[in-house]
């Protein structure tokens, strides 16, 4: 069983940045850690993902260039760096742990509790 905490939400403006961390716990963590989103009244969508082996790393097309996803094996945590923030990147935003890198949210096997992103104007 691995437990996962996201933390690093809140409110920023439009160009702002946001850090969101996820701590895992439990079960030695040595997969992939991924981060999905969802914005009320849509689907959880893929963000991006992270293999904790060898920092493999793949993201959506709409936050590449301004999300970074990293991870910090000592802490046994992972970070999405979040920059140039838009309105569109309101939502609210999970961490999930996983065996496979893959943009399907029902192949993660562990999900944490979400943090939520407002990006107002």
């Known amino acids: 069983q691995v437990q996962l905490v996201e933390s690093g939400g809140g409110l920023v403006q439009v160009g702002g940045s946001l850090r969101l961390s996820c701590a895992a716990s439990?079960?030695?963590?040595?997969?992939?850690m991924g981060w999905f989103r969802q914005a009320p009244g849509k689907e959880r969508e893929f963000v991006a993902a992270?293999?904790?082996?060898?920092?493999?790393?793949a993201y959506a097309n709409s936050v590449r260039g301004r999300f970074t996803i990293s991870r910090d094996n000592a802490k046994n945590t992972g970070y999405l760096q979040m920059n140039s923030l838009k309105p569109e990147d309101t939502a609210n935003y999970y961490c999930?742990?996983?065996?496979?890198?893959?943009?399907?949210?029902?192949?993660?096997?562990?999900w944490g509790q979400g943090t939520q992103v407002i990006v107002s104007l």
């Open positions: 439990g079960r030695t963590f040595n997969s992939v």
């Open positions: 992270i293999r904790w082996s060898d920092a493999n790393t």
């Open positions: 999930a742990a996983g065996y496979l890198m893959t943009v399907i949210a029902r192949r993660y096997d562990y």
